[in-house]
């Protein structure tokens, strides 16, 4: 029985019994790149609509893994990058390279050299992954992120929609990534349709559906309602929802657009989706935010009523926004007005 299982199981991984592996201190973690969100030698995805910005999410990843520096809230272990560029002009990779260096020295006050963080500019050059693996094997051996943009680039004859198809385009990257030690980030767009229309989001993500399942991590980037910032200023939004294999969840969380980075912003509601139709939740309580500064002190029912004129909503809108207001101290109780029945007057400071 044994000698048919070795002889069945001849150049793969042995078979090894439960308690032993178990047992096994010999196994050991991989080091984290992106401390609790990407091990070394794992694929992340990061899945966003058409024009997104993805580009300069994947160029401040490398950025940041390249100096060890905070990405989107993670921290990232300095390693060699190398960034596979497959659709830029080298004289657009050069700029978008020289912002970004620009904007940790100016903005941040932070140097930032690049020297690990090494280009490979591949435009034109594009062909199927495995008619370009051995080459790939060769450079990216001695690099612990490989950037892969963008991924249709290497599609060759496959079709995206083909999930047989893409699974082998997946288990190419895959094998790439273990024979390397490298991790491997791609990128991904959404389908046609929107993102709003029901569903898990990394469901959205183009394709089959292998590519948001094959990943060990995925990162998926929707647009949002221009907002308002601490400072009164507009912006451009989005929200970020990470799905991990081999972490604890972390809950979905805001970006604004900071040329040439995303930067995070507790003040951004995430709810608010671009496009998102009438399923889509359309009144917040952050729409109460110095809604009332100017009153002084309102009953109850003045506070419904300026509320149901200003958004629109109707009364029952309008008691269960001030209820979430007084939770979130939007709006707060007064300890001296009151009004004729003796009840406290909200007021907003």
Not at 88 to 115: G, I, S
Not at 162 to 179: P, R
Request: hydrophobic share 35%.
């Amino acid at each position: 029985m044994r000698e048919n299982v070795a002889e069945v199981t001849s150049g793969l991984p042995p078979i090894v019994k439960g308690s032993d592996f178990m047992d096994d201190e010999r196994i050991e973690e991989p080091a984290q790149l992106v401390s609790g969100m990407l091990h070394k030698g794992s694929m992340l995805i990061i899945g966003g609509g058409s024009k997104g910005r993805k580009t300069w999410a994947f160029m401040h990843l490398a950025v940041c893994v390249s100096e060890g520096k905070n990405w989107w809230g993670w921290h990232c272990n300095k390693g060699r990058v190398l960034y596979l560029n497959f659709e830029l002009q080298p004289f657009a990779m050069q700029k978008r390279m020289r912002m970004l260096r620009k904007y940790y020295r100016d903005t941040k006050r932070e140097p930032v050299t690049c020297d690990m963080f090494d280009v490979w500019n591949l435009r034109g050059k594009s062909r199927a992954i495995e008619e370009l693996a051995g080459q790939l094997k060769e450079a990216i051996k001695d690099y612990d992120l490989v950037i892969f943009d963008p991924l249709y680039k290497m599609l060759g004859d496959r079709s995206e929609n083909d999930a047989g198809e893409m699974a082998s385009l997946m288990n190419e990257m895959e094998l790439i990534s273990v024979e390397c030690d490298a991790s491997i980030v791609i990128g991904a767009h959404y389908r046609k349709g929107g993102v709003a229309d029901g569903g898990k989001m990394f469901d959205k993500i183009s394709g089959s559906g292998v590519l948001a399942r094959h990943p060990d991590a995925i990162l998926t980037m929707t647009d949002l309602d221009s907002q308002v910032d601490d400072e009164d200023n507009e912006r451009e939004c989005c929200v970020i929802e990470p799905v991990l294999r081999n972490f604890p969840p972390r809950d979905k969380f805001g970006l604004y657009w900071d040329c040439p980075c995303f930067e995070a912003g507790e003040w951004i509601n995430t709810e608010k989706v671009k496009g998102g139709g009438a399923s889509v939740k359309k009144f917040f309580v952050e729409d109460l935010k110095g809604m009332f500064k100017a009153d002084g002190a309102m009953t109850y029912t003045e506070c419904y009523k300026k509320i149901m004129e200003k958004l629109g909503c109707g009364d029952r809108t309008a008691k269960k926004l001030v209820g979430e207001a007084r939770e979130n101290k939007i709006l707060l109780e007064s300890e001296l007005e009151r009004d004729a029945k003796g009840n406290r007057k909200l007021v907003q400071l």
